[in-house]
């Protein structure tokens, strides 16, 4: 009796249900081995949403639904900057990432089977998939700890699954889900929280300043929750306490946590006797100052999402002339400089809108896990541009869609 409870936590029902959770966790796993099944399961979950179901019900739906439609303006944002890229290549490139924020709003319009317990399925279902993957990731590093520990001291990183970055806002996302979970009892506590200390650890042995960023500014949001929720002050207090005390104290326990902060000392220094060539954290504050001059020479109309990386290398040549290493020049290290250059400030506008809205629109009707992916996002657009490539997109979009259904859900008969 306990091992079928079990399975009825973890496992769909129904066809509709069994579908949409094998596409999705292709997506998941695709997240840390194999961009091919990212689009596999986007392409899969758009192509079952249009052709399973009453499209003219589906469309009717989305019509209807500014937080599903909205979602369009990035696409249209990069698809009208085309008018200023020369170079139609790179344009069509970004234009295609950015066609599942036209297509995947539409086909989740008719997944009426997103009740609670489907919610926390696909959360579990993710959760593992990236508990799995940072238990690889760990036992790499075990195999290799001196020599990458090394050279972690000296501004490189851990090795992880395509994006450094990318992939630590994907565990902090998974701890979270965890905390949900167990929450919601959706699974025992003696099964979660060992899984959400993993991951807690795994974050910061990474170090990522965006992964700290996101993991610490979610705790503060997720005490200011509890302490509404429930009126446990002293409990609130003591989670909001711990992401002062223990940074200080993993700072003393975790090696490659503690090189990384020395080197972001060492940095700062560096950048301030004007040295920048070959540090990441330079080639990142030299991306936003192109890009901001990209602004102040195109400030309403951009240069165009094909044209934005040859403008950037030549204005990096113009302010930084001494860096040697070419690949180093880059698109604006920031989601909020990039679209601006990109598309000008009308471009930038759309994107805040397309961004703030469904959040906003749901917020009383959400969840603080909700809440906490839009923090995720706002912070890695402040040293990233995660929606201009496959993964960040897919992330955001897949996963904000699944809070909206699963919001807006009313109850219906699925085979």
């Known amino acids: 009796m306990q091992q079928k409870t079990v399975i009825h936590k973890v496992l769909p029902e129904g066809r509709d249900q069994w579908v949409v959770y094998l596409l999705c966790v292709s997506v998941f796993v695709g997240f840390s081995l194999s961009r091919a099944m990212i689009s596999v399961g986007v392409i899969g979950l758009i192509a079952y949403g249009l052709l399973a179901f009453d499209i003219g ?52 319009c008719a997944f009426q089977f997103f009740d609670s317990s489907f919610f926390h399925k696909l959360l579990i279902a993710f959760s593992i998939i990236m508990v799995l993957s940072a238990v690889s990731v760990m036992v790499n590093y075990a195999l290799h700890y001196d020599e990458i520990t090394r050279s972690v001291s000296f501004g490189g990183i851990i090795p992880t699954p395509f994006s450094h970055i990318r992939y630590t806002l994907l565990l902090v996302f998974a701890f979270f889900c965890l905390i949900r979970l167990y929450e919601q009892r959706a699974i025992s506590g003696y099964q979660v929280l060992p899984l959400a200390a993993f991951l807690f650890v795994v974050i910061h042995i990474l170090s990522s300043r965006s992964g700290w960023i996101a993991l610490y500014s979610g705790l503060l949001l997720y005490a200011v929750v509890y302490i509404i929720r429930t009126r446990r002050y002293a409990i609130g207090s003591a989670i909001a306490l711990s992401t002062i005390v223990a940074p200080l104290a993993l700072y003393f326990l975790i090696p490659s946590f503690q090189n990384k902060i020395n080197y972001m000392r060492w940095t700062v220094g560096e950048v301030a006797a004007g040295h920048i060539d070959n540090m990441s954290d330079a080639m990142r504050i030299a991306s936003w100052r192109s890009g901001m001059e990209i602004i102040k020479r195109h400030p309403l109309t951009g240069v165009g999402a094909g044209d934005l990386l040859v403008e950037s290398k030549a204005i990096s040549h113009e302010l930084f002339p001494s860096i040697v290493n070419e690949a180093d020049r880059k698109m604006p290290h920031n989601e909020f400089i990039w679209i601006w250059a990109a598309a000008g400030i009308l471009g930038l506008l759309a994107y805040l809108a397309a961004f703030v809205y469904p959040f906003v629109s749901s917020f009383r009707k959400g969840n603080w896990l909700m809440a906490l992916l839009f923090l995720i996002f706002f912070s890695a657009f402040l040293t990233e541009a995660p929606l201009e490539e496959q993964i960040g997109s897919t992330f955001y979009l897949l996963f904000l869609l699944i809070f909206l259904t699963s919001i807006d859900h009313s109850p219906a008969i699925h085979d």
């Open 57 to 108: 019900q589906t469309l009717r739906t989305y019509l209807s639904s500014p937080a599903y439609y909205i979602n369009v303006l990035f696409l249209l944002t990069i698809l009208l900057s085309g008018i200023n890229s020369d170079d139609k290549h790179l344009w069509a490139t970004f234009v295609q990432i950015k066609l599942p924020f036209l297509f995947l709003p539409v086909a989740f």
